[in-house]
DNA sequence: TTTAGTATGGTAACCGGTGTCATAAAGCTA
DNA sequence: TAGCTTTATGACACCGGTTACCATACTAAA
């Protein structure tokens, strides 16, 4: 007696290969053939065995695929980032891009600065071979981690921040960049547009090249209005709180104070509305605040900050997509950032 | 010619048990045994494989190992929660334990209200047959979710509140249960004692189960010292800022507002420092406030908010213990929150 | 000494897919 | 129509582990 359909799903098991091959009659290496959209399988039989694989709900195995295919069908989500928001940003990004794809998305925190950095690693990618890897800031920049991923033949993603006028690096399809400095020409011109003129600067932590990338926009950004960051008012922090609080006292400290401080995040932002509020300063009125990555926070500070907006969790669904693209693309993906105005800008007061 | 562990070495290839198995001259069955730590090895026999599994890193592929078993080396963390700090300190947590194991963290965020929930975890869990699953709350609540693992007989844990006096339930061993109430207690005797009386009350999202707990403990420690949440200032929010800025107009707009305001948690309290900003309300001096979290928010704000805290990573950490560990515990694990004293909390001004 | 029991290790099949290669059938020259 | 490609399919080994079952060797009890 043939086995129906029927009979097989009375019995309520999970479906195999096998039993696809067995109830369209042909061998599970058609079967595989059809998963697998090889070229060379009869349009009918392949319409055939489809119809069976979808009455019988039949999903291949990723442990069974993987231990064939010799790489797990998982993504590896690698960084090392303080910023709980941007971490869970990118995590749903990717997320968005692998939903129903039958792949995973497995997250790998990591310490950068510890010396078993790299071996942890290697046995993460030698152990599990996930399919690929996305690479956060700012370990996005190491090159022995890139050099590792070649060696052990790891399909990456680099996410990184990069001037407009770079030329394309030779890693082109193999990184998400986005271009920090839009957003932050925008925000330096809206600034000197104002009429900014004693403009202070909280500069980021240098291991993140997001720190340079944006610092050059807003110098184009101020430039192209005649103004510039004071040489006196130009302080360094390190993308905490606590260093743009800091940076902010001694900027207030200065005879001759800034009327606008331009911070290369929003936590170091929010780090100075602290150090303005302690020191009586009220925002915009006697000092317009500018931050970047337009955080949660920018939202709850009072009054809202004005702040530059990257596309984070785009740039994860774009990182996500090359990954299981089944075609290598050779063009680098660029995202824009862009400023959004809230009510922490505005014109100084006459006088300064 | 035998193979010496040399000539293995030189050609650096993945070590396979059966490279193990031929190096130490047994059968590749009693090297499964030494991975597995079944008994009946001799333990000279044990000592010279181990000796020789560490002398060329031999590694288990998990994913052969899952094929065999029939579940993947990986444990998922489900859950629909916006806090990003939470979502963050869980997945740390988490991997807190994890990490050395060979077991990988997936993260597995979805969409409570959607139709699709079940459907779409059933075939996370059918496909991926993860060893087990940690659940955040609220969706931990679910009892549909619940009998879908059971149905699958996927192991899991859930996080979820209870107050202190809350009779063990019976799924005890399989849960993580934070006694959010008792630092709720502390922080209601805190403000009593304070000597206010005039006491507000922004509650949180009735789905979640800790909204009832924290309202108790609220409750128990301002009656230890006969005060209690004002009847005509009891106002609900949904947890999110937005909704704490709201209810916090709200209770400023009564003729008799509040000397001092609990909130269930910190993000509905930073929205209520934007509304007594607003109102021209200074804090503690006008307005003491009190959150729930210890969010990175609580310590940013100005003055930093006197809030509970709870340990969230060392909830998920627990959890992953649970899920990891050879013999199922039967008893419920618990933690407790405690009180964060900071700036947002005094005493009334006299004649209120 | 025999018998039963236990510790230890080997063999073969299996988990659910994939690769390689052979082969039958069909299409295309000439 | 013979001869050569091309297309469609299957047989079989293999990925790297596991379990089931059997075969020893050694130990304890009768």
Redesign the pocket.
């Known amino acids: 007696m043939t086995e129906t359909i029927e009979t097989f799903l009375s019995r309520r098991r999970?479906a195999?290969?096998?039993d696809v091959a067995r109830l369209s009659?042909?061998?599970?290496?058609?079967v595989?053939?059809v998963?697998?959209n090889s070229?060379?399988?009869?349009p009918q039989?392949r319409d055939e065995i489809a119809e069976i694989i979808a009455r019988i709900g039949f999903r291949?195995?990723p442990q069974?695929?993987g231990?064939?295919?010799?790489r797990a069908f998982l993504i590896g989500l690698i960084y090392d980032n303080p910023n709980a928001q941007y971490v869970v940003n990118m995590q749903m990004g990717a997320l968005d891009c692998l939903r129903g794809t039958g792949t995973e998305l497995v997250v790998h925190p990591c310490d950068w600065h510890s010396a078993a950095f790299l071996s942890e690693l290697r046995e993460f990618l030698e152990n599990q071979r996930p399919s690929g890897v996305i690479i956060l800031p700012p370990i996005a920049e190491d090159r022995r981690l890139l050099d590792l991923l070649d060696e052990l033949n790891v399909p990456h993603v680099r996410v990184t921040a990069r001037t407009a006028s770079s030329e394309d690096s030779s890693d082109a399809g193999r990184e998400i960049v986005s271009r920090d400095d839009i957003g932050c020409a925008e925000a330096g011109a809206h600034i000197a547009a104002l009429g900014h003129r004693r403009i202070g600067y909280i500069g980021g932590n240098l291991d993140y090249p997001s720190a340079h990338v944006r610092r050059r926009g807003f110098e184009a950004g101020l430039a192209a209005h005649g103004a510039a960051i004071a040489a006196d008012l130009d302080e360094r922090g390190d993308y905490s709180f606590d260093s743009g609080y800091e940076a902010a006292r001694r900027l207030f400290e200065h005879p001759n104070r800034p009327t606008a401080i331009i911070c290369a995040n929003d936590e170091m932002a929010a780090g100075a509305y602290k150090a303005a509020y302690e020191a009586g300063l009220h925002i915009p009125g006697d000092l317009t605040l500018i931050g970047f990555d337009d955080a949660p926070i920018a939202d709850r500070l009072s009054p809202p900050l004005t702040t530059v907006r990257l596309p984070t969790r785009e740039m994860a669904r774009m990182a996500a997509d090359r990954l299981i693209a089944a075609q290598p693309i050779e063009t680098g993906l660029v995202v824009d950032s862009a400023l959004v105005v809230r009510g922490s800008s505005s014109a100084p007061k006459p006088g300064f």
């Open positions: 999970k195999t290969i096998n009659g042909v061998s599970k290496k058609t595989s053939r998963i697998n070229p060379s399988v009869h039989t291949p195995d069974a695929r231990l064939a295919f010799r």
